[in-house]
Every structure is written in structure tokens, then in C-alpha cells.
């Protein structure tokens, strides 16, 4: 079973696929948005890979409030489950973006290179996060 997911922001969403069996997370790429046009690319995706779930990052304070954009990342998710008819996940994703900064100033990677894969990586980490808390409990992954 291959699982997106997504990391939404303003102005791109990043994408991570997991592996058929369910165990690892990659990044896959960066969406731009544009005015809805970005889920004709993510339709693209879903198909070639065969996804059967998509997990969606939800932003949320430290305090586990929603967090400024967890309305919008979950308008996404909505419209990709009515769009796709697939089933949507919501998963915590406090500090994944910090994480994935991190990692990549530790690869000395340029600013601009950083800037190009900072949220697909984002979106890895979210993913694996998922895969590995559902092995924890016993189970595949939904």
C-alpha cells in the first residue's frame, strides 16, 4: 500500500511517498500552488504511483492547539479526499520543518538548494513519523 504526504504551505506543498510495503518515507517533490492547479499535479502523482492514502500534515502549536494553518491543510485534505476519493489522515507535524532545515544545513546545502527541497523533505518526515507510530502499534499502515 503506498501512502502520500503532504506537507501544505502558502505557496508550495511538499510530497513524500512511502515504499509499497509501508516502511520508509521519501521525498518525492515540491507542488507549487496555483489557484488549485497543484492538484492536477498531485491527481498525477496518486496515479502513477498507485497511492491509496494520503496523510496530511496538521500544523499545530506547542501547546497541540491548531496551529495558523491547520484550516488550510485541512482544506486540502478535504478537497483530496473528495477529488480522489481517497481516505486523508491528519498527522502532527510540530517541528518537522525545523528538522528538515536542520538536516539540510548539515548537508551544507545552499541556501537556494535548501529553499528547492526544504518541504519534501518536510513531507518525508511527516510520513515516516506516520509509518513508523502505526508499526509501534502493531499494525500496517492505514
Partial sequence: MRIMALDVGTKTIGVALSDPL????????????????????????????????????????LDNTPGKMAEQARAVGRHIARRFGLPVIYWDERLTTVAAERVLLEADLSRRRRKDVIDALAAQFILQHYLDARRAQGGPPQ
Avoid: C, S, Y
Wanted: charged share 30%; no cysteine.
Fill in 22 to 61: 509501508g516502511i520508509t518515507a521519501q521525498a518525492l517533490e515540491t507542488v507549487r500552488r496555483r489557484g488549485g492547479g497543484e492538484f492536477d499535479r498531485l491527481g498525477e502523482l496518486i496515479a502513477r504511483h498507485g497511492v491509496e492514502a494520503v496523510v496530511v500534515g496538521l500544523p499545530k502549536n
